[in-house]
T-cell receptor
Framework: AQKITQTQPGMFVQEKEAVTLDCTYD???????LFWYKQPSSGEMIFLIY??????QNATEGRYSLNFQKARKSANLVISASQLGDSAMYFC?????????????FGRGTSLIVHP | DAGITQSPRHKVTETGTPVTLRCHQT?????MYWYRQDPGHGLRLIHY???????DKGEVSDGYSVSRSKTEDFLLTLESATSSQTSVYFC????????????????FGDGTRLSIL
């Protein structure tokens, strides 16, 4: 079974609108971290936002927010006021493990295209 | 930006030849990782290291070996390259304290595009 599931292979959004990219995860570890990365067409991986499993509030970073629903095991990325430069692949990742090793798992990604 | 350099950036080689990819960091981070990225699969962990000479296998380790003799260098070797190993390879580093407010994300190198003919 996949530990990270991104069900939307492709998404389209109009410029200046908000968009939600879905991510569900599967773990029995009480301590875990959730990350979102952006990969533009140039290929580099860019860290966007982080949510710890014990964090009480949803993480926010500028136009990015993470809608963390622990009971549902979902960690959706919300991009507000989309810009053309947001067109990219987006990957959700989860780190499991308490101390010791740090073993991250990535989802297969969602391709976002922002239309003018 | 985190100081991570992957070399080479591009390589074309033939089936059966040995190939070594290098990841060099200047951040003195404890953890280093090798991933491969293929269409439809996202990033898959090949091997990782949690210290000098301390390495472990990831999800897709068959056909790959690694070595870390210094904190700053993590080498990925394909002993006898096969066409199925054609991919983009990413190195990542982290100095994370898992499960703490100080937890940090991985930082990635720019990738190596490897083609095996």
């Amino acid at each position: 079974a996949q530990k990270i599931t991104q069900t939307q292979p492709g998404m389209f959004v109009q410029e200046k609108e908000a968009v939600t990219l879905d991510c569900t995860y599967d773990t029995s570890d009480p301590s875990y971290g959730l990350f979102w990365y952006k990969q533009p067409s140039s290929g580099e991986m860019i860290f966007l936002i982080y949510q710890g499993s014990y964090d009480q509030q949803n993480a926010t970073e500028g136009r990015y927010s993470l809608n963390f629903q622990k009971a549902r095991k979902s960690a959706n990325l919300v991009i507000s006021a989309s810009q053309l430069g947001d067109s990219a692949m987006y990957f959700c990742a989860m780190r499991e493990g308490w101390g010791g090793s740090y073993i991250p798992t990535f989802g297969r990604g969602t391709s976002l295209i922002v239309h003018p | 930006d985190a100081g991570i350099t992957q070399s080479p950036r591009h390589k074309v080689t033939e089936t059966g030849t040995p190939v070594t990819l290098r990841c060099h960091q200047t951040e003195n981070h404890r953890y280093m990782y090798w991933y491969r990225q293929d269409p439809g699969h996202g990033l898959r962990l090949i091997h990782y290291s949690y210290g000098v000479k301390d390495t472990d296998k990831g999800e897709v380790s068959d056909g790959y070996s690694v070595s870390r003799s210094k904190t700053e260098d993590f080498l990925l070797t394909l002993e006898s390259a096969t066409s199925s190993q054609t991919s983009v390879y990413f190195c990542a580093i982290s100095d994370s304290s898992p499960g703490t407010p100080q937890e940090q994300p991985q930082h990635f190198g720019d990738g190596t595009r490897l083609s095996i003919l």
